[in-house]
């Protein structure tokens, strides 16, 4: 360790080598473990104006004044970049240290500094491509990472190069014991660093990749979706409050077209189109990923779309979609009432049409990605739960073949 803190910087006046002013150049000498380097400065003074005690110019005027304050910045980030070094707990070479004060080492070398240069890109796709709540995810992600290190290494910050497949492993577990993260939501947050990480594993800034082998797949979440008598039930229940009356019918309609929250909240009558039968469709880009989505309304839909329209057109609804947390409150009062034990939640809506509404009367899988929007059937096969009445309507297909 005491060989890492034998550094020293200084400047110099080279009289040797002047420009067509007569000037001489300044450079800073760097001593490192016995080994010496000068570093060109870009800044020239006359021979006698130099001040070698102090290592600066001697003069007072305004050009000495800007060279002086040039010198100490460069100083204190000559300073700072052996510090970055030192602090990588990596061996270093002399050399290394110079590339990284002249700016050609591969940056950042520190895991933090990495992780937030990589999410201040990600804040940047806000609003164009990702959700305001997807980019806070990576935000957490690196906020659990700083307290990581700290609990596991007592450190702030870590080396790039030592991030390795058992530091992964170590994270997550640090993840589901002391923050108490459900395993898939753990998953999600090494997924936001293995983002992150991606472009420079295929640059080679990180020399090894230290997801290869990781083997942390998400467990299969059971997710309650509603039948259709219990859909009924909702439906047919007497609500005198206006307000949770609305968020009921908003919920429906969630129900007969698949629709997640955000693309409820910004439907408008741009997304409804006409047909020449008097037949209505959504066409919709998802907010999420910005597959489009196509979906038919059906005749129940269509009711309540014309239920908030002041002219009776559909495409003249107006109604208010409250946020998520208050929609969710209300639907709980109104799963109470109705005496439904499930907890019932706006997303519940999605998985209901996907299986219930849908699949369960024999829309074709392909149909129903389509309507919600995904770019591909793998994902419908994550809201496609298999129900008891499907499958009896597909073996009533065979009925007659077995008598």
């Known amino acids: 360790m005491a060989e890492l803190l034998n550094i020293h910087f200084s400047y110099l006046c080279r009289s040797t080598r002047q420009n067509e002013d007569g000037k001489s150049p300044i ?11 000068d570093i060109f400065t870009g800044l020239y003074c006359f021979k006698d104006d130099w001040d070698s005690d102090n290592t600066k110019v001697k003069k007072t005027d305004k050009e000495a004044d800007s060279i002086n304050k040039n010198l100490v910045v ?4 000559a300073n700072h970049c052996f510090d970055e070094l030192k602090f990588s707990e990596d061996s270093f070479t002399i050399d290394e240290l110079i590339d990284k004060i002249r700016g050609k080492e591969e940056r950042p070398t520190l895991l933090i500094d990495f992780l937030e240069e990589g999410n201040l890109r990600m804040k940047k796709r806000v609003s164009t491509e990702i959700l305001n709540v997807t980019y806070m995810k990576y935000k957490r992600s690196v906020a659990y ?3 990581f290190l700290q609990k596991e290494y007592k450190v702030k910050n870590f080396s790039l190069q030592k991030v390795t497949m058992d530091f992964l492993e170590l994270y997550f577990q640090y993840l589901r014991t002391d923050k108490k993260i459900a395993h898939n939501t753990a998953c999600k947050y090494l997924v936001c660093v293995k983002t992150i990480f991606s472009p420079a594993i295929r640059n080679g800034i990180i020399k090894s990749d230290p997801f290869y082998g990781l083997r942390l797949s998400p467990k299969p979440v059971h997710k309650d979706i509603l039948t259709q008598d219990e859909i009924d039930k909702i439906a047919t229940l007497e609500l005198t409050d206006p307000d949770l009356d609305r968020k009921r019918d908003i919920f429906l309609f969630a129900c007969y077209t698949g629709l997640a929250y955000i693309d409820l909240q910004q439907l408008n009558r741009d997304h409804l189109i006409k ?3 008097n037949s209505w469709y959504i066409r919709k880009p998802r907010q999420k990923i910005g597959e489009e989505s ?4 059906l005749p129940v839909a269509m009711r309540i779309l014309i239920k908030y329209s002041p002219t009776g057109n559909l495409a003249d609804f107006n109604w208010h979609v409250s946020t998520n947390q208050k929609m969710n409150k209300g639907l709980k009062f109104i799963a109470k009432r109705a005496k439904i034990t499930k907890d019932l939640h706006m997303h519940m809506a999605r998985h209901s049409f996907a299986t219930t509404v849908t699949l369960a009367n024999g829309v074709p899988i392909e149909t129903v990605s389509k309507m919600l929007g995904h770019a591909s059937i793998k994902q419908t096969q994550h809201y496609a739960k298999v129900v008891p009445l499907k499958i009896k309507l597909d073996m009533d297909k065979i009925r007659d073949l077995y008598k």
Do not use: G, N, W, Y
């Open 74 to 77: 460069m100083h204190q980030k």
């Open 27 to 37: 450079v800073l000498r760097v001593t490192f473990r016995s080994e010496r380097r």
């Open 275 to 277: 047909e020449s039968d």
């Open 294 to 297: 196509i979906i038919p309304l």
């Open 145 to 147: 990472m700083k307290d």
